[in-house]
């Protein structure tokens, strides 16, 4: 394939006429093109586009108001003999997506046009958009390599990603619904269910973008004409979108915080519209839309992880129901302040006791199924072996009479059985050095001795000793992680390309029984254990193991591209090892 070229010109209306006579492909071939502000700025602007007559778009964009006051400078445009409109709008994809991850430049666009179709030879020119990545790097448009971008979570999290059918349907769907529900004034719940990987936590920040892009939508301004959410940028919708107050709801503190740094570098959203629980039960106003991510993940009445938490649940079960009820949990502050909810749900990642009961998920599952109001998500998005793996790794932990996940299942993907703990965090250090984003993770079944005692290490087994997680938030790319070991609290919404996961003796297995159970001594998270005398509820060994269960489902669906596995009970080793086609990586020293 011959190389892709960039022909350079200021963002002049003057120079664009020239620059549109020296050659045809100017005025009449599919071309891909960036315009960025002055890169001496701290945060400058950069859009990107395609088109089949590059000087007349330029003539379009020098001519709209808001990309002048964008301070825009540059025009490059991507210009290849072999373009077609389909490679256009792939590149274009994946520019506006690297430029996002990358977090140099504000893009400028909407997100209703990333797209990810199939067209001819479609692997052969991707191979081709590295080296146009390449050529814009060396101009000084990307600092980052593209592994570095894509391993961030500005790219991970970001709400430029081209959406999975399933995904995208749901989009149009609820959006649908609720322009329907504003302009009849009915409050509305829609629940999202998708197992690990599935993109719910994508399709909450997506659904943000998208909203802001309409309700600020000029009509001046282009919207991709082939996008399923073209039709959505209307007047109607975007008049009953002003003053419009919407947020995200996010669960957990670490994840939180990420997205709020993705927020903070998209225009129209703001990291204030990323909210905790207790937030949206202290706020002054009420909200149109609340968007809650991981809705499993929000509390019932419990001993709370603090004494001012505790003391902001009965002050905000006051201020919201006249009393502190007993009976109301965070999601019924979500309703109380709500006039419509978007929840995302998956049952089988709730981790402790103070998460909401099942039930409370089941019956708003089954309300919105009632008022067709259910969207599944069914395509796996991050473990390459599929969505069948994740089933059937969760039907293992659930102890099903012939479960096991075959070899046809995994393909390219890497699981791994390891004998001895050193040498899978050798594997896992190669793995590191190779992709980046290969960690250590492990059920919560060591004391967290080196909280208090930094010198002190809280898992030693094999002759490795290491301590948990340093940190709380953002974990994952925090320095020193590599060196740590992380517990459920710091890996759950987060990927990694390879997972080394420690199953600690909290989870065994008895033969004679056949059937896996709890070592309740060994489980270390005290709140994960914790009894709820406000509720007069006490947990037995089979409730805890159904959480610790949820645990490793979800610590076993955290790997991209593969997930190496070291169990320290021997009758749990043996019996997995039976079920799952792994080669098994031995050491002399083994204690198998």
Same mark, same amino acid.
């Given at each position: 394939?011959?190389?892709?070229?960039?022909?350079?010109?200021?963002?002049?209306?003057?120079?664009?006429?020239?620059?549109?006579?020296?050659?045809?492909?100017?005025?009449?071939?599919?071309?891909?093109?960036?315009?960025?502000?002055?890169?001496?700025?701290?945060?400058?602007?950069?859009?990107?586009?395609?088109?089949?007559?590059?000087?007349?778009?330029?003539?379009?964009?020098?001519?709209?108001?808001?990309?002048?006051?964008?301070?825009?400078?540059?025009?490059?445009?991507?210009?290849?003999?072999?373009?077609?409109?389909?490679?256009?709008?792939?590149?274009?994809?994946?520019?506006?997506?690297?430029?996002?991850?990358?977090?140099?430049?504000?893009?400028?666009?909407?997100?209703?046009?990333?797209?990810?179709?199939?067209?001819?030879?479609?692997?052969?020119?991707?191979?081709?958009?590295?080296?146009?990545?390449?050529?814009?790097?060396?101009?000084?448009?990307?600092?980052?390599?593209?592994?570095?971008?894509?391993?961030?979570?500005?790219?991970?999290?970001?709400?430029?990603?081209?959406?999975?059918?399933?995904?995208?349907?749901?989009?149009?769907?609820?959006?649908?619904?609720?322009?329907?529900?504003?302009?009849?004034?009915?409050?509305?719940?829609?629940?999202?269910?998708?197992?690990?990987?599935?993109?719910?936590?994508?399709?909450?920040?997506?659904?943000?973008?998208?909203?802001?892009?309409?309700?600020?939508?000029?009509?001046?301004?282009?919207?991709?004409?082939?996008?399923?959410?073209?039709?959505?940028?209307?007047?109607?919708?975007?008049?009953?979108?002003?003053?419009?107050?919407?947020?995200?709801?996010?669960?957990?503190?670490?994840?939180?915080?990420?997205?709020?740094?993705?927020?903070?570098?998209?225009?129209?959203?703001?990291?204030?519209?990323?909210?905790?629980?207790?937030?949206?039960?202290?706020?002054?106003?009420?909200?149109?839309?609340?968007?809650?991510?991981?809705?499993?993940?929000?509390?019932?009445?419990?001993?709370?992880?603090?004494?001012?938490?505790?003391?902001?649940?009965?002050?905000?079960?006051?201020?919201?129901?006249?009393?502190?009820?007993?009976?109301?949990?965070?999601?019924?502050?979500?309703?109380?302040?709500?006039?419509?909810?978007?929840?995302?749900?998956?049952?089988?990642?709730?981790?402790?006791?103070?998460?909401?009961?099942? !039930?409370?998920? @089941?019956? *708003?599952? /089954?309300?919105?199924?009632?008022? =067709?109001?259910?969207?599944?998500? +069914?395509?796996?998005? %991050?473990?390459?072996?599929?969505?069948?793996?994740?089933?059937?790794?969760?039907?293992?932990?659930?102890?099903?009479?012939?479960?096991?996940?075959?070899?046809?299942?995994?393909?390219?993907?890497?699981?791994?059985?390891?004998?001895?703990?050193?040498?899978?965090?050798?594997?896992?250090?190669?793995?590191?050095?190779?992709?980046?984003?290969?960690?250590?993770? !492990?059920?919560? @079944?060591? *004391?967290? /001795?080196?909280?208090?005692?930094? =010198?002190?290490?809280?898992?030693? +087994?094999?002759?490795? %000793?290491?301590?948990?997680?340093?940190?709380?938030?953002?974990?994952?790319?925090?320095?020193?992680?590599?060196?740590?070991?992380?517990?459920?609290?710091?890996?759950?919404?987060?990927?990694?390309?390879?997972?080394?996961?420690?199953?600690?003796?909290?989870?065994?297995?008895?033969?004679?029984?056949?059937?896996?159970?709890?070592?309740?001594?060994?489980?270390?998270?005290?709140?994960?254990? *914790?009894?709820?005398?406000?509720?007069?509820? =006490?947990?037995?060994?089979?409730? +805890?193991?159904?959480?610790?269960?949820?645990?490793?489902?979800?610590?076993?669906?955290?790997?991209?591209?593969?997930?190496?596995?070291?169990?320290?009970?021997?009758?749990?080793?043996?019996?997995?090892?039976?079920?799952?086609?792994?080669?098994?990586?031995?050491?002399?020293?083994?204690?198998?």
């Amino acid at each position: 394939m011959t190389p892709s070229r960039i022909e350079r010109l200021p963002f002049d209306a003057e120079e664009v006429r020239t620059w549109g006579r020296r050659d045809r492909a100017h005025t009449d071939w599919p071309v891909v093109y960036v315009l960025d502000g002055d890169q001496r700025q701290a945060r400058p602007a950069v859009y990107v586009g395609e088109t089949l007559n590059a000087a007349a778009r330029m003539k379009q964009h020098l001519a709209n108001a808001s990309k002048r006051e964008a301070g825009l400078t540059t025009i490059r445009v991507v210009i290849d003999d072999r373009f077609n409109k389909s490679v256009c709008l792939d590149l274009e994809s994946h520019l506006i997506r690297w430029l996002a991850g990358d977090g140099r430049f504000t893009v400028l666009n909407g997100n209703e046009g990333i797209t990810d179709a199939a067209y001819f030879d479609r692997d052969l020119y991707r191979e081709s958009f590295r080296d146009i990545f390449e050529q814009l790097r060396a101009d000084g448009v990307f600092e980052r390599s593209i592994p570095q971008i894509e391993n961030s979570d500005l790219f991970k999290l970001s709400p430029f990603k081209a959406l999975t059918n399933d995904q995208a349907a749901a989009v149009e769907d609820i959006l649908e619904g609720l322009f329907a529900d504003l302009e009849t004034g009915v409050d509305s719940t829609a629940v999202v269910q998708g197992q690990p990987g599935t993109g719910k936590t994508i399709v909450a920040i997506f659904l943000m973008k998208l909203i802001a892009d309409i309700r600020d939508h000029d009509e001046n301004d282009e919207v991709q004409p082939d996008s399923i959410f073209a039709d959505l940028f209307v007047p109607e919708h975007r008049a009953r979108l002003q003053d419009f107050r919407m947020a995200l709801v996010v669960p957990q503190q670490s994840l939180r915080l990420s997205i709020r740094k993705v927020f903070k570098k998209t225009p129209k959203l703001d990291p204030s519209m990323v909210l905790s629980p207790y937030d949206v039960g202290k706020a002054e106003e009420p909200f149109d839309l609340l968007i809650v991510d991981e809705t499993h993940r929000l509390n019932q009445r419990a001993n709370q992880s603090s004494g001012m938490l505790n003391r902001d649940f009965i002050e905000i079960n006051k201020r919201l129901f006249g009393a502190d009820d007993l009976s109301k949990t965070q999601l019924d502050w979500i309703k109380a302040r709500s006039s419509h909810r978007i929840l995302l749900v998956d049952g089988e990642q709730s981790v402790r006791p103070a998460d909401l009961p099942a !039930a409370t998920l @089941a019956a *708003e599952v /089954r309300a919105a199924s009632a008022l =067709s109001r259910r969207y599944p998500l +069914l395509t796996q998005m %991050r473990v390459k072996a599929g969505a069948d793996y994740v089933e059937a790794i969760r039907r293992l932990l659930r102890g099903e009479e012939g479960a096991a996940v075959s070899g046809e299942m995994l393909g390219e993907y890497d699981l791994r059985f390891f004998d001895d703990l050193a040498d899978m965090r050798m594997a896992i250090l190669r793995k590191e050095e190779e992709h980046g984003l290969a960690r250590l993770v !492990a059920g919560y @079944a060591w *004391e967290w /001795r080196s909280r208090r005692d930094p =010198s002190a290490f809280d898992i030693e +087994l094999d002759g490795v %000793r290491l301590r948990w997680n340093s940190t709380d938030k953002d974990w994952i790319n925090a320095p020193g992680s590599l060196d740590e070991v992380g517990s459920i609290h710091t890996v759950q919404g987060y990927d990694l390309n390879y997972a080394g996961v420690i199953i600690g003796p909290d989870l065994r297995y008895d033969p004679l029984a056949r059937r896996l159970f709890v070592d309740r001594e060994s489980y270390r998270d005290k709140k994960g254990k *914790e009894n709820n005398p406000a509720l007069g509820i =006490s947990y037995s060994d089979d409730d +805890l193991l159904q959480y610790i269960r949820n645990i490793y489902g979800v610590l076993l669906t955290r790997g991209i591209r593969g997930t190496y596995v070291y169990v320290c009970d021997p009758a749990l080793r043996g019996w997995l090892r039976e079920r799952l086609p792994m080669g098994v990586e031995r050491h002399e020293g083994s204690h198998a």
